[in-house]
């Protein structure tokens, strides 16, 4: 298994462009999570999906933040006009919905918004 | 939910035992207790869970008290790897969803510093 991939691992880009990270979770997992962290406010839950289906998207900051789950083998966070503040590196992590089972992340993107 | 504390920081040396105190006094019965770690620069890592009793894998060892108000983590032969953060997380059900959604809140955890 090649656990929860993600890409791009770096993005620059400039104010105001758009940006889209992706997300494949572990196949057989049915739970995936988006999570971003700063120095300052350390780990934020930002989104989850049960089933492709968004749960609970509280924790995601302003409407310049969307999320979707199109299939159980794909997610993407898009970010639409990216401002500096964003900069921060972003987590994607599945698992499976029933049972206490602990989440694998992956290696995450680290975006820079200059 | 249910709240958990931990050191800032702490130190071991190589080869010896690191054990890794959590406490969660507020925890409710049907809560599990999660540990994980992020190595600099890496995505946090699943070590290890328990609910009620002593829990072991080929990572950790997990000692929880038997009012489950406390627990331990505990890296039997510490190496220089091992140095991360080390979050000890309550498992938190998802307000009017009866259990069945959950996530998982990450605190500021220990950094563990492995020394030679």
């Known amino acids: 298994d090649a656990g929860v991939i993600q890409s791009p691992r770096h993005e620059v880009t400039e104010m105001g462009q758009e940006v889209t990270l992706r997300c494949k979770p572990i196949?057989?997992?049915?739970?995936l999570f988006w999570y971003r962290q700063t120095m300052m406010r350390g780990l934020e839950l930002l989104i989850y999906?049960?089933?492709?289906?968004?749960?609970?998207d509280s924790g995601m900051p302003e409407d310049r933040f969307s999320a979707k789950m199109p299939n159980a083998s794909f997610s993407t966070l898009k970010i639409q006009p990216s401002e500096p503040r964003d900069s921060a590196v972003y987590f994607c992590?599945?698992?499976?919905?029933?049972?206490?089972?602990?989440?694998?992340f992956g290696s995450g993107t680290r975006l820079t918004v200059v | 939910d249910a709240k958990t504390t931990q050191p800032t920081s702490m130190d071991c040396a190589e080869g010896r035992a690191a054990n890794l105190p959590c406490n969660h006094s507020?925890?409710?019965?049907?809560?599990?207790v999660y540990w994980y770690r992020q190595i600099h620069s890496q995505g946090p890592q699943y070590i290890i869970h328990?609910?009620?009793n002593n829990e072991t894998n080929e990572m950790a060892s997990l000692i929880i008290t038997e009012d489950r108000k406390s627990s331990t983590l505990i890296l039997p032969h510490a190496t220089l790897r091992d140095t991360a953060v080390y979050y000890c997380?309550?498992?938190?059900?998802?307000?009017?969803?009866?259990?069945?959604?959950?996530?998982?809140?990450f605190g500021k955890g220990t950094l563990l510093t492995v020394n030679p």
């Open positions: 196949s057989g997992h049915n739970s």
């Open positions: 999906f049960n089933n492709n289906v968004p749960i609970d």
């Open positions: 328990g609910l009620k």
């Open positions: 507020t925890i409710s019965g049907n809560e599990y």
């Open positions: 992590a599945s698992t499976m919905l029933t049972g206490p089972y602990g989440y694998t």
């Open positions: 997380i309550v498992r938190v059900p998802r307000e009017g969803s009866g259990g069945s959604n959950y996530k998982l809140t």
